[in-house]
């Protein structure tokens, strides 16, 4: 590598900033030297020039690693060994706070001594506030992810501009090999497909052409995450670390993640309360437990096994070691040991009973039934009968067009699938009496208690309370033990309950929000994404708690297990379809088939609106709705049908256009041996169709026709057609002259080809920024 002149002051401040790179972010180099332009590269490129262009792992990563936490107030591995293999696989488990967010930012950020520096790391999160980043519209962000390629883009474009302006041929030469070299490099990472490939990931996690143009700083965390998200996988670095990555999704994305990350060609590190996604794409397990990294060669169902089976023989190895040593001198040898054992006992008490005490609902009173009616689970709590719904029906599409039916009972469980936006909120709201329907009726019982479990009910949260000052402003007329007594049964125990409310984890606020919910029990629970900030232990709980909670259910969730385990039924809900399925597999793929024809950017059968503002970017909301209809003048309405008109008609021409052709393909490709005499056909003459008229068939030997020159010629009858198959290719028909003539149009014709294919190559490249590339695994400038 190159050093840099000593008057020559080389920074790396553009890598501190944001978005588009412009060549005069750049330091000051000689860009003729190719050893100074690769010093603009990431520091994983220049690590792989230095390694002499290896930018693979080289097998299998093997280091010992020490981990603490931010503040440093404790360890979390202690001479532990850190095994990373080529390909790998694997899903990251620990309890909250053993250390799994910790040893991702360590590795990302290259804290972990003697990693290897050649390896391209990312850490997928839900990114932090930057005033800078959140200035970004979404697909800028996504696209300005890759560090790399934001690099190469400006380099391209300054060397082009050097290599038109310089006169020096040597030095001129040394600057065109120096941008055939990025050109090359961005081949390698495909940008010419980079927007493409970006806005398809986008669509499929809810952003339509609108959304993907949003400011990052308008979007909410959830949305935030989408985008953490599509840049992950636009990136494709070698080792990829995820960390709860479906918080806030949807199932028909989660279910894209997971062809994503089987389709995976690096390495990635998965940390997820999603059970049925660990199930289905990791192959082996990092357990981070008493300090130490603990590897599982095996899928996560079998690793669960086995685990449960290793602390089985640890707990009883370490209660046969304290059996037999009950009383040891605090000077002995064997205390440490002692001592962690019992820590190790106390601990495993502790957790066992918080889970087994977690998320625990006390039955519902009962409740009258009506005439006809003699079970309490047939007890109807709200009914829907043939509603219609539109926040405003003259000026938006209906979110339910056809009328929808559906009992919910005391009885019921059910499970809600669909992509964001599709109606899964509108449904609750219309239920639970948050919206009237535009048509029908919705019939509620006077006598039933609701209690709502939303993605943001942790918002209602007084953050400077504690949880048991939270419980007594909510429930003024109720006793202060009862209270204390129901908190614990939420897992939130004595020396929490005391804690302010702005210090305790996401998976603690929401277990004080379940608290509140079912101090009175409800007749109906409806959970809408509580599996996030939880870790598998704790959904495992809420799990059981649900199972035996005796009053109705409605789950929304993407956690797959999570639904397969406590419905019975399922509602799939996408745009232009309410559907009641009996299983999981039935409802996933119902779901699913939605999100593939996203993807493959087929059309949907659903209100244009709904199709462009099906969540993400432009989610179904009363307040987006409100704003779109204050906005709407007549002109812009009137615009906007006109549009509408214009596009259906370019559709129907394009769709006969297609059919046409099909019709004409289909008759260019039979193949036909019952030629008649005087039939016209067309044959393969001299490289091109020309028009004939068949002279005789004979059967197995062939066919003799005329040509419009008048001479005659034997042919194989499989080799006519009835149609033209290349009409634009089509021979003169004169006799006099026209191979001639049409050898020179030929050559016009190849003359114009040439001079689109190079205007077209030079306005890929000048146009790269917009047209963009990617990739990742690629070797650097060599």
Not at 124 to 141: C, F, R, T, Y
Not at 170 to 199: F, G, P, W, Y
Not at 260 to 282: C, P
């Amino acid at each position: 590598m190159a050093s840099m002149p000593s008057n020559v002051k080389f920074h790396r401040k553009f890598e501190e900033t944001f978005g588009w790179l412009k060549p005069s972010d750049f330091p000051e180099i000689d860009w003729s030297v190719k050893e100074q332009v690769e010093l603009l590269f990431p520091s994983y490129i220049r690590a792989q020039i230095a390694n002499g262009g290896h930018s693979g792992f080289g097998g299998t990563i093997e280091l010992s690693i020490n981990l603490r936490t931010p503040f440093n107030d404790r360890d979390l591995l202690v001479n532990s060994l850190l095994e990373i293999e080529p390909n790998k696989r694997c899903a990251v488990y620990g309890i909250n706070g053993s250390g799994k967010t910790c040893l991702f930012d360590a590795l990302a950020s290259g804290d972990v001594p003697r990693f290897p520096e050649h390896i391209n790391v990312h850490h997928m999160k839900e990114p932090e506030h930057n005033e800078k980043a959140d200035g970004l519209s979404v697909i800028d962000s996504v696209l300005c992810s890759h560090k790399y390629r934001r690099v190469l883009l400006p380099c391209e474009e300054h060397l082009t501009k050097l290599v038109d302006e310089e006169k020096d041929e040597k030095r001129k030469a040394a600057l065109k090999d120096n941008l055939v070299c990025i050109q090359e490099q961005l081949t390698k990472l495909r940008s010419d497909t980079a927007t493409k490939r970006a806005q398809s990931m986008l669509r499929v996690l809810g952003f339509d052409e609108k959304g993907e143009q949003a400011l990052v700083s308008s979007l909410s965390g959830g949305l935030r995450m989408r985008v953490a998200l599509a840049s992950a996988f636009f990136i494709e670095p070698q080792l990829l670390l995820l960390d709860e990555p479906t918080n806030h999704l949807d199932m028909p994305s989660v279910l894209w993640i997971e062809n994503r990350l089987r389709a995976y060609k690096g390495s990635f590190l998965l940390v997820t309360h999603d059970r049925t996604l660990l199930e289905n794409v990791v192959t082996s397990v990092m357990l981070i437990q008493d300090l130490k990294l603990t590897y599982y060669n095996c899928g996560f169902s079998d690793f669960e096994k086995r685990k449960v089976k290793d602390d089985a023989d640890r707990e009883k190895m370490i209660d046969q070691y304290m059996k037999k040593n009950r009383n040891i001198d605090a000077d002995s040898p064997s205390y440490p040991r002692w001592k962690g054992y019992r820590d190790w006992q106390i601990a495993r008490a502790e957790r066992k009973q918080l889970m087994e005490n977690k998320f625990s609902f006390k039955p519902p009173p009962p409740l009258k039934c009506p005439p006809g009616v003699e079970e309490q689970e047939d007890i109807s709590l709200a009914k829907v009968e043939n509603v219609r719904f539109s926040y405003d029906a003259e000026n938006l599409p209906f979110i339910f067009d056809q009328p929808i039916s559906y009992d919910i009972k005391l009885g019921t469980r059910v499970g809600i699938m669909g992509p964001n936006g599709a109606g899964k909120s509108t449904f609750l709201k219309l239920v639970t009496e948050k919206l009237k329907p535009t048509e029908g009726t919705i019939t509620i019982n006077p006598d039933y208690k609701l209690a709502y479990f939303g993605q943001h009910s942790t918002k209602e949260l007084k953050m400077n309370m504690s949880p048991i000052e939270f419980m007594v402003d909510s429930f003024p007329e109720a006793n202060k033990g009862n209270l204390k007594t129901h908190l614990e049964r939420t897992s939130i125990l004595e020396s929490v309950a005391n804690t302010s409310i702005k210090n305790l984890s996401y998976s603690q606020r929401s277990c004080v929000i379940f608290a509140k919910l079912t101090f009175y029990p409800p007749h109906l629970l409806i959970m809408d994404e509580p599996t996030n900030f939880l870790d598998l232990d704790s959904v495992d709980s809420l799990i059981k708690a649900a199972n035996k909670f005796s009053g109705g259910l409605i789950t929304v969730t993407h956690n797959r297990d999570f639904l397969r385990r406590c419905s019975k039924n399922f509602l799939s809900i996408v745009p232009g379809s309410f559907v009641q399925l009996e299983d999981m597999r039935s409802a996933e793929r119902a779901t699913y088939s939605f999100i593939s024809a996203m993807e493959e950017g087929r059309a949907i059968d659903a209100k244009t609106a709904i199709v462009q503002n099906r969540g993400g970017g432009a989610a179904h909301t009363e307040e987006e709705q409100a704003a779109r209809k204050k906005a709407l003048s007549q002109q812009q309405r009137a615009e906007k049908k006109k549009r509408m008109e214009a596009a259906a008609e370019k559709k129907a021409a394009e769709e006969a256009a297609k059919a046409k052709e099909a019709a004409r393909l289909a008759k260019v490709a039979a193949q036909r041996t019952d030629w008649k005499a005087d039939e016209k056909v067309w044959i393969n003459h001299g490289g091109s169709w020309q028009e004939a008229t068949v002279v005789r068939n004979v059967p197995g030997v062939g066919v003799t026709v005329e040509l419009s020159t008048g001479a005659k010629k034997m042919v194989d009858a499989k080799k006519l057609k009835a149609e033209n198959p290349q009409p634009s290719k089509t021979a003169p028909a004169s006799k006099a002259g026209g191979p001639s003539a049409g050898q020179g149009r030929g050559r016009g014709q190849q003359g114009g080809s040439r001079g689109g294919s190079r205007g077209g190559s030079r306005g890929g490249r000048s146009n790269s920024r917009g047209g963009n590339r990617q990739g990742s695994n690629s070797s650097p400038i060599r």
